[in-house]
Structures are given as C-alpha cells and as structure tokens.
C-alpha cells in the first residue's frame, strides 16, 4: 500500500520568505504526484502535478516541486510566499497500478504567512 | 469552466438518521470519487465509481453506500448516523478512469451529526 508523509504539521512564515514543503512517499513502482491546496472553508485545488519527464514541476501562484525518486520525495517550493498563501498544503500519490485512481494523500501542512 | 456540483453543502442530521450526499462531476467526466475528511484531518478516500461500476473501495463504512448513475452523478447514502461521521465529504471526478487523469474536486458537503 501506498503512503505519504508530510513532516512539517504547521508553518509560520513573514512575507517574502522562502518556503519548502517536505513530502515522501513509500511505493516502489511508477507514482504520479501531486500538490494540492486548501484555503480556509474552501475546496481543494490543485497547484502543480507530477506524471513523468522533468523532474522540476512548475505550478500556478509561482509554486514548484521536485521529484527526487531515489528519495521518494516531491518537494514543494516557492521562493516568495504571501500573505494570501496562508492556507493547508497538502501532498497526494496515485499509483499507475492502481487501475481505481484512488488518491493517498498526506496529512497536511497548515502554512500562515504573517504580513 | 463547469466545476463539480455537491449538493448539499451543509447538512445537520441526528445520531441514527440517515443522510444523502449528491456530487455532479464535469460534463464529460465519467469517473466519480468520494472523500471523507474529518475535522483537521487529511481527506481518506471512500470510494470510486467508473462508467457507473463501482472501481474502487477504501475506508467506507458499511453503513455507507453509493451508486453513479446513468446521467454520472453519483449519491453517496449514509445510514445510522454516528457523531464520528461528522465531516467534509469531497466529491472528485475525471475525465476517465486511468491514474494520469487529474482529479478535479467539489466543494464539499459539511455534514455535522448532533
């Protein structure tokens, strides 16, 4: 079975910081990887998706992540963060095996950005 | 752009009753996913359906069902309401089943069991 760990539960950062997100996944085979971000009393949106080639993800907002595989990690990154990115990251992994699709996602990152 | 519908989007229900949820995914999008996230919580997936068959299963209640039906809305059914059901329930859906298709989510319903 598939799983997704997200180490940091909570984040404070000051605008204009710098953010990464750790995420790491435990399967062996082919995983497709994603970001996906939940604004306070809003649905989930997804920022950025990692299915195959360059390991360096380019999302919207200005977010990024790279797919490390011998790490099993998807890093996700900005260099800047605003006041506006205050809301919960969170990491999620399908795997091709996995003929239902179903997402496995981690546990979340809640990130409040003082102004 | 047409997103995915749930209805309703808060709902209140005693312990025992019953409640149900409805998702209508994207024009085009056959495949239809539920998701169930508890208060500060990661959503867990439930269930999945695909051209109307079920596909998938993970951590649904036996006290749950669901069924996608012919239009691709899919209704998930929930009997003998427990105070732990209380919840954000996300529908998702695709545009097939396959795991290179993004799964694009509703809004939720809030379902609080008193």
């Known amino acids: 079975a598939q799983s997704v760990s997200q180490h940091n539960h909570h984040v404070i950062l000051s605008e204009a910081a710098s953010l990464e997100l750790g995420c790491n996944y435990s399967?062996?085979?082919?995983?497709?990887l994603f970001w996906y971000v939940q604004y306070p009393g809003q649905h989930l949106q997804l920022l950025l998706k990692y299915f195959s080639g360059d390991p360096l993800v380019k999302g919207i907002k200005g977010f990024e992540a790279e797919f490390i595989k011998s790490k099993f990690s998807f890093n996700l990154r900005k260099p800047s963060v605003q006041w506006s990115d205050t809301a919960e990251y969170f990491c999620?992994?399908?795997?091709?095996?996995?003929?239902?699709?179903?997402?496995?996602f981690g546990g979340g990152t809640r990130l409040m950005v003082k102004p | 752009a047409a997103g995915v519908i749930q209805s309703p989007r808060h709902l209140i229900k005693e312990k025992r009753e019953t409640a149900t949820l409805k998702c209508y995914p994207i024009p085009r999008h056959d495949t239809v996913y539920w998701y169930q996230q508890g208060p500060g919580q990661d959503p867990q997936f439930l269930i999945s359906?695909?051209?109307?068959?079920?596909?998938d299963k993970g951590s649904i209640p036996d006290r749950f069902s669901a069924q996608q039906f012919s239009d691709y809305h899919s209704e998930l059914n929930m009997s003998s309401l427990e105070l732990g059901d209380s919840a954000l329930y996300f529908c998702a859906s695709s545009p097939r089943q396959g795991a290179y298709n993004e799964q694009f989510f509703g809004p939720g319903t809030r379902l609080t069991v008193l």
């Open positions: 999620a992994v399908n795997s091709y095996y996995n003929a239902g699709n179903m997402l496995t």
């Open positions: 359906f695909y051209e109307k068959m079920q596909s």
């Open positions: 399967y062996g085979g082919t995983v497709n």
